[in-house]
């Protein structure tokens, strides 16, 4: 069987910039697999290329054994697209949007209201859709955009940056969305910059960073790429962080790195039996610890450790 996608040394470009540098991708049907970036890093443009959105300057890209340039239609006819912004229309109720959707994918008027009132039952929107969409959250509306993705359910669904946004409890019924969707059989591509979300629902991942593909396995393999453990501490001051990182990288012998607050500090270190004494030199020197934990790195660390900054910094996509 072919794979879902395939790509050799795609490339794209705009004016001076090169959106998209030579990424080669391998994506296996019936897989969950994640595009994980900065907003910049090139992601929206390559889905964009591989549903014929964008005409791709260089390589190849094929989409279930279809060739995007030579075959874009039968690609457009097997995929679907969930972007970034809600495609929904704020003055129709949820059901008529689906309705409207169906429709024009052929159905008849009994057959679309069937198939609208099945996916509102099946995204828990029920209750709201006979409501205008203006009156739904924002988790209301993504969940009822991507339901109008399945109204012909495809064999290539691709989520762009599908939960940015939304709050916890949102993003997480997405979450849950997103796996039966895979859980059904549509293979599912999807970009995000949540690291978190990349972990969690993606089999593999490719790292896209200024359009350059720069790791690509699974969340397991791309964590112990970077080698050794990861030590976290927390202090209890702010004020004593610098005493902390120089007391720490003497007595690990590793680079430390400020975390996700100005409290937190944190060291790849490759030989865990140095842990003690650095604890130890920490409060011989008077610098309080409120807490410290000794672990895989997280996949935030493994983005820093492959980019040299975080996965949220960025500058403006080329093309969203």
Known sequence: MTAAIETVALKKVFGQTTAVDAIDLQVARGTVYGLLGPNGAGKTTTIKVLTTLLRPD???ARVLGHDVVRESAAV????SLTGQFASIDEDLTGHENLVLVARLFGFAWREARARATDLLDAFALADAGGRQVRTYSGGMRRKLDIAASLIVTPELLFLDEP????DPRSRNQVWDIVRAIAGEGTTVLLTTQYLEEADRLSNRLA???RGKLIAEGTSRELK??????????RLESADQRASAETLLASALGATVTNGVD??????????ATRVPDAMSALARNGVGVHEFSLGQPSLDEVFFA??????EASDTEVVS
């Open 306 to 311: 492959l980019t040299g900054h975080a996965a």
């Open 224 to 233: 112990a790429s970077v080698g050794g453990n990861t030590l976290h501490v």
């Open 163 to 166: 939960t940015t946004g939304l």
């Open 76 to 79: 457009r006819a097997k995929v």
């Open 207 to 209: 790292v896209i960073d």
């Open 58 to 60: 260089g390589g190849s």
């Open 262 to 271: 100005a409290q937190v500090l944190s060291a790849q270190i490759a030989d």
